[in-house]
């Protein structure tokens, strides 16, 4: 199983960035996927979840509005659409699911004048 977040980088505050999930090693559709974040000196904080077939999301209050989950069945890929991004944002990213859970590497999101 593989988990690869790709898309972080340097923000401002109220722009936008569209992470991205590449999955293998797992029958994708099958397992719900979420969106965790951690900033330094914070515990890991869930964002987002999203079911199998997409058909239910859940998100923290803090993103609720301005965060979107989604999924791509057919490319084994899971994205979180965010906007209006603020600096308390600023976190590392990780997708986390599969069978037992696995966790990717994350990508660092900075929001910042």
């Known amino acids: 199983v593989q988990l690869v977040e790709s898309g972080g980088g340097l923000v401002q505050p109220g722009g936008s960035l569209r992470l991205s999930c590449a999955a293998s090693g797992f029958t994708f559709s099958s397992y719900a996927l979420s969106w965790y974040r951690q900033s330094p000196g914070k515990e890991r904080e869930l964002v987002a979840r999203i079911f199998p077939m997409g058909q239910i999301t859940n998100y923290a209050d803090s993103v609720q509005g301005r965060f979107t989950i989604s999924r791509d069945n057919a490319k084994n890929t899971l994205y979180l659409q965010m906007n209006s991004l603020k600096p308390e944002d600023t976190a590392v990213y990780y997708c986390?699911?599969?069978?037992?859970?696995?966790w990717g590497q994350g990508t660092q999101v900075t929001v910042s004048s």
């Open positions: 986390y699911g599969g069978p037992g859970g696995y």
